[in-house]
């Protein structure tokens, strides 16, 4: 008769496990965390507020729409003003106190220095660094520094925006009948953002003929650059690559208006926007820069769902948002639809988040059409985006005027993989 009883109490337990561990994934998928590093006040901010608008903006409204399918995403935005240690102290933070399920993060020093931490907790992280040294998941290039298989972002890498524009200006410079090997500079702060592409670069810059002359450094804050601008025009550089953004651009712009320094200024994707352009005033002439995303005011079918996104904290909808708002809509819709995935098979976890980034090809988020580009992600290879959009801008009195001069499609070499 015990025996009949123990096991009875026995089942009974086993029961109640269950009912308890069904309940609690029921709870668990009630919500999940997504953290959200960002530079609000720090020396990236002047790009950082407009990417992280994009981000909060577009995490509201996918809660007011019903989340991840009855599954609300529970965040929170950390100004860590570009300071690494602090970003570290906020996952950290988050991993044990939030469990949470995938980050959207920022800055290249700082999404380099979690590579370790987010593999190991398998965390998939989408960040606003395009380093190239986050696109090789399983570390098979000798060029890689370390395997990065939970980091992805929405664009091209700094290393193929880069190789996209000196593409640009060896047809440029045949273009314009030119003669003899054009000259090529890096102008950037000692730092791992600007630091990202400038070998791989060069070195395909020189497969294309330039000249590469040594690197120019300049700060990340603004300052008076005119001995580097005087460095720059002695030595007859026709294309100079910008490593750096906001004011150390503007500051670089005016500063080699100055010293008459007459070279082709090409940045990198934060380093040209229309803020930019407003804050230079007549120093920005002909200046190259590429996108991934239109322009806000361009008519594309997405556009539409991209100025609802914007009314989450703009209700007015006047606002006109530069394109680094885009790609942080980009990248938080890249995320919403690999957790639709991963709800549908087997939960909400950051593992299944990863496994949701491989399965669509040619993907682009539903209602993003020509805002976002169709994306390719492999559990070889990150490079997600290889298509680099390069256009022209001018201030033009006030009147600024932006056109494209070219799209580049990169080839996914084996060799530039992590690099």
């Known amino acids: 008769m015990n025996n009949i009883k123990s096991k009875k109490l026995l089942l009974s337990s086993i029961t109640t496990c269950i009912a308890l561990s ?8 009630d919500s999940v965390f997504v953290g959200h590093l960002a530079d609000m006040s720090g020396p990236t901010a ?3 507020k407009n990417y992280a608008n994009g981000v909060r903006d577009s995490l509201a409204y996918i809660n007011a729409h019903g989340g991840i399918n009855g599954t609300k995403l529970e965040s929170e935005t950390i100004d860590y003003a570009y300071k690494v240690p602090q970003a570290i102290a906020a996952y950290k933070k988050w991993k044990s106190r939030n469990n949470m399920v995938a980050m959207q993060g920022w800055g290249t020093a700082d ?4 590579i370790s931490f987010v593999a190991r907790d398998q965390t998939p992280v989408f ?5 190239g040294h986050l696109t ?3 570390g098979k290039n000798p060029h890689t520094k370390k395997p990065a298989p939970y980091n992805f972002f929405y664009g091209a890498s700094y290393s193929d925006a880069c190789r996209g524009l000196v593409q640009w200006a060896a047809d440029d410079w045949k273009s314009k009948g030119s003669q003899g090997q054009p000259k090529f500079t890096h102008i950037g702060a000692n730092h791992p953002f600007p630091n990202a592409p400038k070998a791989a670069c060069a070195e395909y810059a020189q497969e294309l ?3 590469v002359l040594p690197p120019v450094v300049i700060s990340m804050k603004p300052g008076d650059f005119k001995a580097q601008c005087l460095s720059i025009k002695s030595s007859g550089s026709n294309y100079g690559y910008i490593g750096n953004l906001g004011g150390s651009v503007l500051s670089l712009v005016k500063s080699c208006n100055t010293v008459g320094v007459d070279i082709q200024f090409m940045s990198n994707i934060w380093g040209g926007d229309k803020n930019v352009f407003k804050a230079a005033g007549e120093g920005i002439k002909n200046y190259i820069f590429p996108t991934m995303t239109p322009f806000w005011n361009d008519d594309v079918p997405g556009m539409k769902l991209v100025h609802e996104i914007s009314k989450m904290s703009d209700e007015s909808g006047k606002e006109e948002r530069v394109h680094h708002y885009m790609r942080g809509v980009c990248s938080t819709y890249f995320m919403k639809e690999a957790m639709e995935w991963a709800k549908d098979n087997g939960g909400i976890t950051g593992e299944n988040v990863k496994k949701g980034m491989y399965v669509k090809k040619n993907w682009v988020p539903e209602g993003l059409d020509g805002v976002c ?3 390719n992600w492999s559990n070889e290879d990150h490079r997600g985006i290889n298509q680099v959009n390069i256009y022209k801008g001018n201030y033009n009195g006030g009147d600024i005027q932006i056109e494209k001069v070219s799209e580049v499609t990169l080839k996914r070499r084996d060799d530039w993989l992590g690099y």
């Open 46 to 48: 002047f790009v950082g």
């Open 136 to 138: 090789d998941p399983t």
């Open 111 to 114: 999404t380099e220095a979690l």
């Open 373 to 375: 580009l169709a994306a």
């Open 209 to 211: 003929g330039f000249n």
């Open 22 to 29: 069904f309940t609690s994934q029921v709870q668990a998928e």
């Open 127 to 131: 960040s606003a660094s395009y380093s």
